[in-house]
């Protein structure tokens, strides 16, 4: 009896010995959900903290483009559908010149046409009511790699988890920060003035400069890391979010590990420039399994010019036991490591690749 209980001892410690080197060496297994989440589990957070915000009822301002409807009580031939035009104004019948209502809240408008109303003798006692019927004036692009990429509309103070939210959260490959550039509809926002427009240049002088139209000048962008978006709890992280914002989420890279590990996948990169070494990839994959043949792991590497596809050995025991250097990965590299019952490896990377490409679980540092 002691001796088999020797023995199941003796397996369990040969089992995990891969750990120790990990150890002595500070790169500690991602044992546990406090390590690492799934995209799934972000988008869960996500959604739930977008849910839980308690929002006040605000009076979005008219914009351009917006179609209200007026109505005017015991007047009839005044109610009509109008859109707010380019220029923010919007014409009635029997009152002269036009009306500006962009910017104004419909109560405001409301107001304002009683008042003209009166001046212009069309109605004694007038009771106007305006409400919007489409609004076009507060869009917010979401892009990059979120699930959904759109153009939402503001009608209420929003925030950016109710933004990435409504987008459907974040796509796998989505990096680890959010930008916020902010458009000319924010009013917390001091936009730079115009310059000056430039003198007329001769027809056979060169163009000076390029690219953005510098009357219409990009307002202050906003970096928000998801870690302090999701995890510190501090609030602001979440920004407002107004009409003419642009919400980007950029891309990351991805390393793959596949093949005799605990946990294989797709780990996502901080940012797509980022590198991670092999050993701390197999110590964030729980490791290799007791079948595993470490020495004759290899990485997948495909050139991003040609399409090539080249195998470089990666044998992790010698790099654990210092006889080779740990080797840096690059996004979209895939670390195949194979089992015993493999008879060349070679034969296994196709199959792996395409496991890769279409059923891997992907994980994420939170």
Do not use: C
């Not at 304002?112 to 869009?139: A, C, D, R, W």
């Amino acid at each position: 009896m002691i001796g088999a209980v020797r023995r199941v001892l003796d397996w369990s410690i040969a089992k995990h010995f891969w750990i120790l080197p990990l150890l002595l060496w500070g790169i500690q297994p991602a044992y546990g959900q406090d390590k690492l989440e799934t995209p799934k589990q972000t988008n869960d957070k996500i959604f739930h903290l977008a849910e839980s915000r308690d929002t006040r009822p605000v009076e979005t301002p008219i914009g351009a483009g917006d179609v209200i409807h007026i109505d005017v009580f015991d007047v009839p031939e005044l109610a009509r559908d109008v859109r707010v035009g380019d220029t923010g104004d919007i014409s009635l019948p029997l009152i002269p010149g036009r009306i500006h209502a962009a910017g104004m809240t419909t109560f405001e408008l409301e107001a304002k046409i009683e008042n003209l109303l009166v001046e212009n003798g069309l109605v004694t006692h007038p009771q106007v009511s305006v409400f919007i019927k489409e609004q076009l004036s507060q869009p917010v692009s979401v892009v990059g790699a979120v699930a959904r990429p759109m153009v939402l509309q503001i009608l209420r103070p929003t925030t950016l988890l109710e933004v990435l939210a409504a987008a459907g959260g974040l796509a796998d490959d989505a990096g680890a920060v959010v930008l916020v550039t902010h458009g000319s509809l924010n009013p917390e926002i001091q936009m730079p003035s115009a310059p000056a427009k430039p003198e007329p240049q001769p027809q056979d002088a060169a163009p000076k400069g390029g690219g953005q139209d510098p009357l219409t000048p990009a307002g202050p962008t906003e970096s928000v890391r998801l870690k302090d978006l999701l995890v510190s709890g501090d609030p602001t992280f979440n920004i407002p979010v107004y009409g003419g914002d642009v919400v980007s989420v950029p891309r990351s890279g991805i390393v793959y590990v596949i093949g005799a590990v605990n946990a294989p996948g797709g780990y996502v990169l901080e940012t797509r420039g980022d590198k991670i070494s092999v050993l701390k990839i197999v110590a964030m994959a729980h490791g290799w399994v007791g079948s595993a043949k470490p020495n004759d792991a290899v990485i997948v590497r495909q050139d991003s010019k040609t399409g090539a596809k080249e195998e470089i050995p990666a044998p992790l025991k010698k790099m654990l036991q210092r006889k080779t250097d740990d080797m840096p990965l690059q996004a979209g590299d895939m670390l195949y490591v194979p089992d015993s019952t493999a008879k060349r490896v070679a034969a296994k990377v196709g199959e792996a690749a395409l496991i890769a490409g279409t059923g891997a679980v992907f994980y994420r540092l939170p």
